[in-house]
């Protein structure tokens, strides 16, 4: 590969990162509903048809959106993990708390993984790697030894879900937040977690 093709692919990948980032800030100031493809390509400087070069539109946009989070919550769920005490209930006990902390703290990107329609597949064999990761973590807090494992994993992952989006949309207080875990935890796991 020459140099001058190995430059323009970084400037490519530099582009194609400056609009999902774009995006990204966008929505968190203003909402989904404000990325608009007009507006994406002023805020990077670029016209349209180079925006249309990289995403077929806006839903491609929130797709890359979406896996770029799905890392950083893998991530996130992971050094949770690894931080807490070996105990399972207390390793899931983090990685649920790391969870719903990320979804108060980036509102628009969590409405891009998992409120917002996209054509990311869950459960799945095309399941991005970033998306499969996270769920992994669940999966990490359950004893090797328990068959369903991944069924328990899926559970606690859709209360979860359900916590964080209830509570968003200011359908329950952000106040019980901490003892509606407690319970989750202690039914999942089987035993009382301290906090």
Known sequence: MSAVTERRERERAQRHQLIITAARELAEAEGW??????????????SQPVLYSHFDG???????????????????????????PEQPAQALHAV??????????????YQAMFILPTDVKFAHA???????????E??????SDNRRR??????????????????????????G?????DLLVTQIAGTPVGR
């Open 58 to 84: 806006k839903d491609a946009i929130m797709r890359a959106v979406a896996v770029e989070g799905f890392g950083e919550l893998a991530a996130r769920l992971r050094n949770a993990r690894l931080a807490a």
């Open 138 to 143: 669940f999966v990490s807090c359950f004893r």
């Open 96 to 109: 649920c708390r790391a969870y719903l902390e990320f979804a108060t703290e980036r509102p628009a990107l």
């Open 126 to 136: 095309e399941t991005p790697a970033p998306l499969r990761a996270g769920f992994d």
């Open 177 to 181: 937040q901490a003892e509606r875990l």
């Open 150 to 175: 991944e069924l328990f994993a899926e559970v606690t992952w859709s209360a979860l879900h359900g916590i964080a989006a209830l509570t968003a949309s200011g359908r329950i207080p952000p106040s």
């Open 33 to 46: 509903e404000a990325v608009t493809t007009r507006r994406l390509a002023e805020r990077v400087e670029y």
